[in-house]
């Protein structure tokens, strides 16, 4: 079946400093991928996302590329800010599944930022 | 503004009761889901619903039911069947159930039992 994993956290960085969170996935079809982020006690936005292989999402400062062949979306970011502190969700979403439609998340990535 | 509101944000509930949780969106979306987040865990979908008036179970469907009677509403029941109940539930919609469709989440409801 499906599934993504991400890479274990927390991640704890300085203001400024460099991200990378790894996210590989398994999937039988074609899949879609997605990076979502969750503040506290709030719901999922979606922060980007990319369709096919080589395809590059980006948004605020965040970059994702879609690379098939190691089968991975690793989420970068040149420079974090505290305000980006949050939770970080990989997701897939592949029609060649059982569940057409659905999401398949990893467990999330909890992000800190010191000033 | 178009988007997703869950109610209520917070909701206690006795061991042994029903209880209805609310979403509604007003982005004229055919699909709507349901999923449960759990501390230190990905989402896991519960319902999911492609058009009004019906619905197919997801990955963790058993304890709970729900109902698509307008295009605008899909709420979740969770029932006294289900276990574990207490957790962060979230809904969502999306235009289509594309692979390339984009999934927006409301804001939440956290269900805790007593």
């Known amino acids: 079946g499906d599934s993504v994993t991400q890479m274990e956290g927390p991640v704890t960085l300085s203001e400024e400093a460099f991200l990378t969170i790894n996210c590989t996935y398994t999937?039988?079809?074609?899949?879609?991928l997605f990076w979502y982020v969750q503040y506290p006690g709030e719901g999922l936005q979606l922060l980007l996302k990319?369709?096919?292989?080589?395809d590059k999402g980006s948004n605020k400062g965040f970059e994702a590329t879609y690379r098939k062949e190691t089968t991975s979306f690793h989420l970068e970011k040149g420079s974090v800010q505290v305000s980006d502190s949050a939770v970080y969700f990989c997701?897939?979403?592949?029609?060649?599944?059982?569940?057409?439609?659905?999401?398949?998340f990893g467990q999330g990535t909890i992000l800190t930022v010191h000033p | 503004d178009g988007g997703i509101t869950q109610s209520p944000k917070y909701l206690f509930r006795k061991e042994g009761q029903n209880v209805t949780l609310s979403c509604e969106q007003n982005l004229n979306h055919d699909a709507m889901y349901w999923y449960r987040q759990d501390p230190g865990q990905g989402l896991r979908l519960i319902y999911y619903?492609?058009?009004?008036?019906?619905?197919q179970k997801g990955d963790i469907a058993e304890g709970y039911s729900v109902s698509r009677e307008k295009k605008e509403s899909f709420p979740l029941t969770v029932t006294s069947a289900q276990k574990n109940p207490t957790a962060f539930y979230l809904c969502a919609s999306s235009i289509g159930q594309g692979r390339t469709d984009t999934q927006y989440f409301g804001p939440g409801t956290r269900l805790t039992v007593l």
């Open positions: 999937a039988t079809g074609y899949p879609s």
């Open positions: 619903s492609q058009i009004v008036n019906d619905f």
């Open positions: 990319a369709t096919k292989a080589d």
């Open positions: 997701a897939l979403s592949d029609p060649g599944g059982t569940s057409y439609g659905k999401l398949t």
